[in-house]
């Protein structure tokens, strides 16, 4: 199943996201004195915190799509018997992806088989 983001949702998204560049720019030029930031290496070292922020929240944001293109019922289906699984207790797992550019964090829900014994997490990121 794909899923498109409505054009409410991204309308929010873009507005978030905007935002955020607004704050970064802010930090990056303050009021135009351009005192602060004197040297190279902390104009690099304020751009690149502020370009890892906003990576950081596109990644995080995508992938928290992730979990809602997925149906419910498709989201149970063991993937080995084709049965249909029940919540673990201790869900969401929390997960890490590690990138070149950093790692980025999120929580997935789990699911046990009882016919299997095993335990799936069917909507969580490909790697």
């Known amino acids: 199943m794909t899923r498109k983001l409505s054009a409410e949702e991204k309308a929010n998204l ?5 935002e955020k560049a607004r704050i970064g720019f802010k930090r990056m030029f303050g009021d135009g004195t351009l ?3 004197r040297t190279f290496a902390q104009k690099d070292k304020q751009a690149r915190e502020v370009a890892d922020e906003i990576w950081q929240w596109m990644m995080e944001t ?13 989201k149970r289906k063991c993937p080995c018997c084709g049965g249909i699984g029940r919540s673990r207790e201790e869900s969401p ?9 950093g790692s980025v964090g999120f929580d997935r829900e789990g699911f ?14 490909k790697a």
């Open 93 to 101: 797992e929390h997960r890490n992806l590690i990138s070149e550019r």
């Open 62 to 74: 995508h992938i928290e799509q992730d979990e809602r293109t997925v149906e419910v019922d498709a």
């Open 35 to 37: 005192d602060e930031l």
């Open 14 to 18: 873009e507005k978030e996201f905007l």
């Open 112 to 125: 046990y088989c009882g016919r299997c014994r095993k335990v799936f997490f069917p909507s969580g990121p």
